[in-house]
């Protein structure tokens, strides 16, 4: 039987999907799987490629785009194993990552989750494969730009974790949904993810509550992807209102009452400063100016965050 169910959900990402799935069976390592490709109703022949090419894989063709979380709910309801694995299809597993990520979540039961390594193509570090939680202090440093001045400084970027190069084991606040494993038990204990987060912030979300019933995520280098970031969303426009919407959302789930009023104005003034920097900097109607002003024009919806 096998010990892993790999989880994969593809929205109009044909090539990388694939890509994905043959690097995960080259290089995942001595460890047994079952995987899981849900096909988000893509329109570029994700699901008749990986129905071509991987036979062997268990595809869900799904008529409509229900979102990541959604449809890793939909899909772990299918698991028969011992553990989760949810693997981005923008991402291609270096050597042994599988296998020793399972290893170390077997050695780290008081984790709950565990996470890897993200590097771009070119091999740098891509330090998007972890972060610690907002808080009023980490919404400050970002709203102001302290994060982006001091990046390499835990104080002033607390969310980033400072200049941390992802190449020690460590205990964080979440570990992203890319490169994510969790033991089918406690997955089922939390209930999935919260079907209020579309896209993004829904393993934040888990790993908050993971903490809440006494578990700590943690990062293991031995366990090291490639990752794009972002291939499904294809307009940055889209994918910063999603995240600032998750945001809100987070806030409204984990944060104290008294807290909250200061957190939402943190995200408007967050988005409020790159509206004013991107105007005065001259950049006209092209680039981040445009980003930054629709952006700032639907802050009414994204700072309700999901309904």
Known sequence: ????????????????????????????????????????????????????RFADINLIRSDDNVGFGAANNAAAKLAQTEWLLLLNPDTETHPNAVANLLAFAKAH??????????????GTLNIASCWNRMTPWSLFCNAVGLSRVFS????????????????????????????????????????????RYFMYGEESDMCLRAAKIGYRPMITPDAQIMHLVGASSKRREDKVLRLMRAKATL???????????????????????????SALLGLGSGGSSELWKQVWRQRRAWLGGYR
């Open 152 to 195: 390499s400084s835990e104080l002033f970027n607390p969310e980033g974790i400072g200049g941390w190069k992802r190449d020690t084991v460590r205990k964080v606040d979440i570990v992203v949904g890319c490169f994510f494993m969790i033991r089918t038990s406690l997955w089922r204990e939390l209930g999935g993810f919260s079907p």
């Open 251 to 277: 806030i409204q789930d984990h944060w104290s009452n008294a807290a909250r009023p200061f957190g939402i104005t943190m995200l408007w003034l967050w988005i409020a400063m790159r509206r004013a920097g």
């Open 1 to 52: 039987m096998a010990e892993v169910t790999v989880i994969m959900v593809s929205y109009n990402t044909r090539e990388l999907t694939c890509t994905a799935i043959d690097t995960l069976l080259r290089n995942a390592g001595d460890v047994t799987m079952d995987i899981i490709v849900w096909d988000n109703a893509s329109e570029d022949g994700s699901a008749d490629a990986v129905a071509e």
């Open 109 to 122: 039961p008081e984790a709950g989750i565990v996470g890897g390594r993200t590097v771009f193509p070119d």
